[in-house]
Nanobody
Framework: QVQLVESGGGLAQVGDSLRLSCRKSPRTFTGMGWFRQAPGKEREFVAAITWDGRGTSYADSVKGRFTISRDNAESTVYLQMNSLKPEDTAVYYC?????????????????WGQGTQVTVSS
């Protein structure tokens, strides 16, 4: 059974940085993504990365501020979030596809973590 465990969320001020981590077990190499869901809104794509880390994709709202990366030796995917804004406040979810690609579509992800709250206050 695949398990995804996120960590690193919390409370931040505008302009601060946070780094989210997602550890996947067992250690298999698949495409991974980050999504977020704010209260009263649908879950939205944030970033995705291919199995080997060579391909990445970002939502326009986070491009240039967030960076997705992975360490396959540690079976962990990261989301470095810089220049945080109040509109980044949401529950952030890590997800894994069965294949190797980086997808922007939630329906293509088979496995999901429990989510970690990120709150950015002004």
């Amino acid at each position: 059974q695949v398990q995804l465990v996120e960590s690193g969320g919390g409370l931040a001020q505008v302009g601060d940085s946070l780094r989210l981590s997602c550890r996947k077990s067992p250690r298999t190499f698949t495409g991974m993504g980050w999504f977020r869901q704010a209260p009263g809104k649908e879950r939205e794509f944030v970033a995705a990365i291919t199995w080997d880390g060579r391909g990445t994709s970002y939502a326009d709202s986070v491009k240039g501020r967030f960076t997705i990366s992975r360490d396959n030796a540690e079976s962990t995917v990261y989301l470095q979030m810089n220049s945080l804004k109040p509109e980044d406040t949401a529950v952030y979810y890590c997800a894994a596809v069965r294949g190797l690609s980086a997808s922007r579509t939630p329906g293509e992800y088979t496995y999901w973590g429990q989510g970690t709250q990120v709150t950015v206050s002004s």
